[in-house]
């Protein structure tokens, strides 16, 4: 099949694209190596189309946690020694196919941690003569749940088509909190997002108020399954009838609580107003949800990022739209949740399908990357 002409233009001058034009099979399952370090992750993974066939995930978190947090300049030198030695693995992993292209994550992120993996994937496209395709960390959460095992069982989204109707995309991850429509692979539209804190993002504070270590947020999480939600936190933004977030209010109420009152950090303490800070979350999380399904009226949803990896959260999500009978989506693994180059590669997969490849003399990091918003918010 001949290649789309944007895509030759969008290939720019540094491989001819001739190259690619002669030797690819625009149409087949492509075999791609993804590259994600959009954080504290360092991730490489191997796959066939949308089948995963490797997903290494070298996690950094004991080296940050001292630090209560992120420390960009560790996360940076860390991606840039480990790199290597994951991008070999997920290779090996994967029993050394021969590639079809690369695909790394291009943003949004910490721009020194995208500055590694963009910077290695460049060196390996020279390297084996292979084309970059540039990819949206937020896509990758989003598509997750079209991900396959090798043997090609997954979710049954794998065989969706749109003809249903738009799918609603629910994105809960430490950095976003989104509402994104969309109407078939490539075509989103952001509906609605945090305008303060992400949701992990106040899992993870009120966890370090809590002192429950860091990341806090699965600890905080688990604390609140015990619990019982005796206290009181307002809801946030109650007043506002659209489908933006908020959560630094929520964070600040918790603090405040915790510096008048100065409980005692008892166990049952912490489970009880961990259960009531979860509850709260919960609550502002569904309301939006439900405005979204009243307004959009989709065929499906997609659930991904990682306080997905909540089951509450999953089975409320799951119930809720199940009232509007509607199927809910998640990734077959637990490892697809969470930050991944697997999920990289299934968005790399049906790019390169379309032949959307790009320049690597021009290829750069956007730490700031989004969905288009709506162009009339509510
Ligand atoms: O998607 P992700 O791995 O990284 C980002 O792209 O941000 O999400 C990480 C976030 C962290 O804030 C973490 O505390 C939160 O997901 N998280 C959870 C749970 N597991 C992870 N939050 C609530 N409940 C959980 N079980
Ligand atoms: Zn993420």
């Given at each position: 099949m001949p290649r789309p002409l944007v895509a030759l233009a969008k290939w720019g001058k540094i491989y001819n694209p001739s190259y690619l034009y002669n030797t690819k099979d625009m149409s087949k399952e492509p075999i791609i190596l993804s590259i994600e370090t959009s954080l504290d992750d360092t991730c490489a993974a191997v796959t066939r189309g949308t089948s995963v066939l490797s997903n290494v995930v070298s996690s950094q978190t004991s080296y940050h946690a001292s630090w209560g947090g992120t420390v960009p300049d560790i996360a940076k030198r860390l991606h840039h020694e480990w790199l290597p030695r994951v991008v070999d693995r997920a290779l090996s992993q994967a029993g050394s196919p021969k590639l079809d292209a690369l695909a790394v994550t291009i943003g949004p992120g910490l721009a020194p941690s995208l500055e590694q993996g963009i910077a290695y994937c460049k060196l390996l496209a020279t390297k084996y003569q292979l084309p970059i395709l540039a990819i949206n960390h937020l896509e990758g959460h989003l598509l997750s749940s079209f991900a396959t095992n090798k043997n090609g069982k997954g979710s049954s989204l794998a065989r969706h088509s749109f003809s249903d109707g738009v799918a609603l995309g629910f994105l809960i991850s430490g950095g976003h909190t989104e509402l994104v429509l969309m109407e078939n692979i490539g075509g989103y539209e952001l509906l609605g997002e945090t305008l303060d804190d992400a949701a992990g993002e106040a899992y993870d504070k009120v966890a370090r108020l809590l002192m429950l270590g860091y990341p806090g947020?699965?600890?905080?999480?688990?604390?609140?399954?015990?619990?019982?939600?005796?206290?009181?936190?307002?809801?946030?933004?109650?007043?506002?009838?659209?489908?933006?977030?908020?959560?630094?209010?929520?964070k600040t109420a918790a603090r405040q609580y915790l510096e008048c009152e100065k409980p005692e950090l008892t166990q049952e303490f912490v489970q009880d107003f961990s259960a009531s800070f979860q509850k709260t979350v919960f609550k502002h999380l569904m309301t939006r949800f439900r405005r979204a399904l009243d307004l959009y009226s989709p065929a499906m949803i997609l659930l991904g990022g990682g306080v997905v990896s909540n089951v509450e959260l999953r089975?409320?999500?799951?119930?809720?739209?199940?009232?509007?009978?509607?199927?809910?989506?998640?990734?077959?693994?637990?490892?697809?949740?969470?930050d991944n180059a697997a999920m990289i590669g299934v968005v790399a997969s049906f790019k390169y399908t379309r032949g959307e490849f790009s320049n690597p003399a021009s290829l750069d990091r956007l730490p700031n990357l989004n969905f288009d918003k709506v162009s009339s918010l509510l």
């Open positions: 947020g699965p600890i905080l999480a688990e604390m609140a399954k015990i619990g019982t939600p005796k206290y009181h936190l307002p809801e946030p933004m109650t007043m506002r009838k659209d489908l933006s977030f908020s959560f630094s209010g929520l089975n409320l999500a799951r119930s809720t739209a199940k009232e509007y009978g509607l199927k809910t989506y998640i990734p077959y693994s637990k490892k697809l949740i969470s």
